[in-house]
Structure formats: structure tokens, C-alpha cells
């Protein structure tokens, strides 16, 4: 199932998030920084939420009190949240 999300605080404009039962297929956020947007993309691929929300969550950029880690980290909480009602 494809969700879409559109984050606060940051760069970034929009994500979208493929998940695939609790396993994240695909990954596209745009706007934010592009080497490091498409990098954190390629790492999610395959893997499992849960994991990506321990990893991403509560990453700051700067001063924002966010980041886009940690908005994706949001996302997904999300996503679990729609999943499970």
C-alpha cells in the first residue's frame, strides 16, 4: 500500500512511503537535501518499520527540533497506526 505524507519543520515537502504488510518497499521524499533524501531512501528499502522508527526517530537537524529522518520516523508511526485500526 502507498501512503503519503507531508512533513513539518523541514526541507522537505512530501513522502512517499510504500509498505508492503510491515516492510517498507519504497521510499520517495521530496525536496530536502537530495544526497542525503535518496541515501536514506536506498537504506529503507527492505526494511522492517519498526527498525526504521528506532533508527530515525528523534534525529534533529540543527535548531528545527526535526529532521526528515525523524518526520519519516513519524510517517511510519502513522502508517503502523492506520495499519493496525
Known sequence: MKYTYNP???CSRKME???????????????G??????GVSRL???M?????IKRL???????KG???PDQLAQALENIKFKTQN
Do not use: R
Not at 33 to 38: F, I
Not at 57 to 63: A, Q, V
Open 48 to 52: 522492517n518499520i519498526d527498525e526504521a
Open 33 to 38: 537535501c537530495p544526497g542525503n533524501t535518496v
Open 57 to 63: 526517530k528523534g534525529i534533529l537537524c540543527g535548531n
Open 8 to 10: 513539518q519543520g523541514v
Open 66 to 68: 526535526t529532521s526528515c
Open 17 to 31: 512511503i510504500e509498505v508492503d504488510g510491515n516492510t517498507i518497499k519504497n521510499v520517495e521524499i521530496i525536496g
Open 44 to 46: 529503507l528499502k527492505g
